[in-house]
């Protein structure tokens, strides 16, 4: 039973335009959600969260959108660098912090093209 | 900020030994750490939470007599692979927690032949 969904296996940006990668969850107990940047053979990088009290957090290029009712959630990077391609993955919890167990999406290969 | 660091980094293995991972924070005193697995192109799955000084924690289907975990101070988690076969080679990842926020370790490969 996959609690947190990417849809999207990978996803291809021009650089200088905008990412949106996506994930959706079924557990209504989420209220904590993250998401990491992983390169092949590395342990994930935290990139961002949001708790369920919000809607919107921005910090520099990223920005995680957060609609409960829905249950869903979307990274946006803008704009787009070469840089940020790399595998993204989005995580819940369900005690309202980033330190405890997290539940990840199945990832999506971002590429951004020079 | 943090470190958490993984030892060793990748490891083969014939079928039928045992295999022991390392997990350390460099910097910070972790609390509870807890162990991941990841198999090609899926998702991060949780096989089990450690808290320092107690029996771990471990997730359904996930059998605690072949992956023995250990948390036996603040800095540091080791989990063994005991009788290793090619279906446990994967990619295995600690993080560790403070109570404030987790970090990631980088990953130990596991080719178990």
């Known amino acids: 039973d996959q609690q947190v969904k990417q849809n999207s296996p990978s996803l291809s940006v021009q650089e200088g335009r905008i990412s949106i990668l996506n994930c959706d969850y079924t557990n209504s107990m989420f209220d904590y959600f993250l998401w990491y940047k992983k390169y092949p053979a590395e342990g994930p990088t935290f990139l961002i969260s949001i708790s369920s009290i919000k809607d919107k957090n921005e910090d520099g290029r990223f920005t995680v959108f957060l609609n409960k009712s829905a249950k869903h959630l979307s990274l946006h990077i803008v704009p787009s660098q070469p840089g940020d391609s790399a595998v993204y993955f989005c995580?819940?919890?369900?005690?309202?912090?980033?330190?405890?167990?997290?539940?990840f999406g199945q990832g999506t290969i971002l590429t951004v093209h020079p | 900020g943090a470190v958490v660091s993984q030892h060793p980094s990748w490891v083969i293995c014939k079928s039928g030994t045992s295999v022991k991972i390392e997990c350390r924070s460099l910097d910070f005193q972790a609390t509870t750490m807890f162990w991941y697995r990841q198999f090609p192109k899926q998702s991060l799955m949780l096989m089990a939470t450690s808290n320092e000084g107690s029996k771990a924690t471990y997730e359904q289907g996930v059998e605690k007599d072949k992956f023995l975990i250990n948390h036996a101070s603040l800095t540091l988690s080791t989990l063994t692979v005991t009788s290793a076969h090619p279906e446990d080679s994967s990619f295995y990842i600690c993080s560790a927690s403070n109570q404030e926020t987790q970090y990631f370790g980088p990953g130990t490969r596991l080719l178990v032949l």
């Open positions: 995580a819940a919890n369900a005690g309202g912090t980033s330190y405890g167990k997290l539940t």
